[in-house]
């Protein structure tokens, strides 16, 4: 227990200082830092970032059409059928009283902790402890959009945390936390059902030879029974699709939901300009996240990191077909295990000169960027009534 409570702490601390140091300026009204110049609204525009504001109508309606028809976005019903309902419930969970327009910023923030929490028990199964805190400091900051998803309301640190402690607990053989965490990730966001797909792959490929000797039942059915509580994943999602069942009487509303799902053939589409969610030819940096990415694949799989590298595989292949400019928040979930593929470069002494250089452009971009992503919110009251 001591040991757990001096990891969480130091967990609390990686992850909330820079969290607050993004909401500093915000909070004191700060008219421009290091000539960057910040809006005045205070902490609403923390609030008011893309897509919390939507994921509070989700808590507070849990998808009544009526009580969502009472917001001023002028967004179909059937849209948020695409914000999953695990951070949503969670937010109403911490909203205590009455549903504060705080409570995101609640959810995401121990969310983070969380996240940074199991980043730091997988990565020490690959470095020293000396290595693992550096490398822990650097996920605490980078990648820049990890940084700003923790500082705003948003489901990706939920995400991930649930993602990486599915992960660790797998890979230690602790099905039913893999199965529970996993479960998580499936009922935050769609993505997390490829957890299901990796830890398939896993205990199933080497016996992949046999399925072409026997029928799928048979083959599926001789999964080790202590392997199980991974069926809590697909289950999780299909408790969603059940749930939207019931609000939306339509089991398949996330399909229907409109501009949604940016998945798109051929491959590669991210790069046409013209794409609704694209809208800029400015697009070279998403070159070096497919290099970087593949490159990581290729030595998890050097390596042998075979649940790591499944995961990493069959998702960065869905990656190559989304077309939207955010592609790195996209990829956020395969930078735990990419860390893990390049943890050669934690052991080098000079990698803390590298945290100490980007820590300053980190935060410049985390300002600018928050500072711009804001929802146009003109009428709060729906969100106190």
């Known amino acids: 227990m001591l040991k757990f409570l001096k990891e969480i702490t130091v967990a609390a601390i990686l992850s909330l200082l820079p969290t607050i140091l993004i909401w500093l300026p915000f909070f004191l009204r700060t008219p421009q830092f290091w000539n960057i110049p910040l809006p005045q609204e205070g902490l609403a525009t923390i609030v008011a970032n893309y897509d919390g504001p939507l994921y509070l109508v989700v808590a507070k309606s849990l998808y009544n059409a009526d009580i969502i028809k009472g917001f001023e976005f002028s967004l179909p019903v059937e849209y948020y059928a695409a914000h999953f309902p695990a951070y949503p419930l969670l937010i109403r969970l911490f909203s205590f009283v009455y549903l504060s327009i705080y409570s995101p910023l609640v959810v995401t923030m121990l969310s983070s902790i969380l996240a940074i929490y199991f980043f730091r028990k997988l990565i020490s199964q690959y470095l020293t402890d000396e290595q693992a805190i550096w490398a822990t400091i650097f996920f605490s900051i980078f990648p820049a959009r990890w940084l700003i998803v923790r500082s705003v309301g948003s489901p990706e640190p939920l995400f991930l945390a649930a993602i990486i402690a599915s992960v660790y607990f797998f890979q230690n053989k602790k099905y039913w936390w893999a199965g529970i965490w996993g479960a998580v990730a499936a009922a935050t966001k769609s993505p997390g059902i490829l957890l299901f797909v990796a830890y398939m792959l896993a205990l199933k490929l080497p016996e992949l ?25 697909p289950l999780a999602l299909l408790s969603v699709f059940g749930l939207y069942y019931f609000t939306y009487h339509d089991f398949f509303a996330y399909f229907h939901s409109g501009d949604n799902i940016h998945l798109f053939f051929p491959p590669f589409q991210i790069f046409n300009y013209s794409a609704s969610w694209v809208g800029t030819f400015w697009l070279e940096e998403v070159i070096f996240v497919y290099v970087l990415s593949f490159w990581g694949l290729i030595k998890l799989m050097q390596d042998k990191q075979r649940t790591l590298a499944y995961f990493v595989a069959i998702f960065f292949a869905t990656i190559i077909f989304v077309s939207h400019r955010d592609i790195i928040r996209y990829s956020l979930p395969i930078v735990p295990f990419l860390f893990v593929a390049f943890r050669d470069v934690f052991k080098q002494k000079e990698f803390k000169f590298l945290i100490m250089f980007i820590a300053l452009p980190v935060y410049l971009f985390s300002l600018a960027y928050i500072s711009q992503n804001v929802m146009p919110i003109s009428n709060w009251l729906p969100f106190f009534q």
């Open 209 to 233: 030879k046999r399925l072409a000797t026997t029928n799928f039942g048979k083959w599926f059915a001789s999964l080790e029974w202590r392997a199980y509580p991974i069926l809590l994943i």
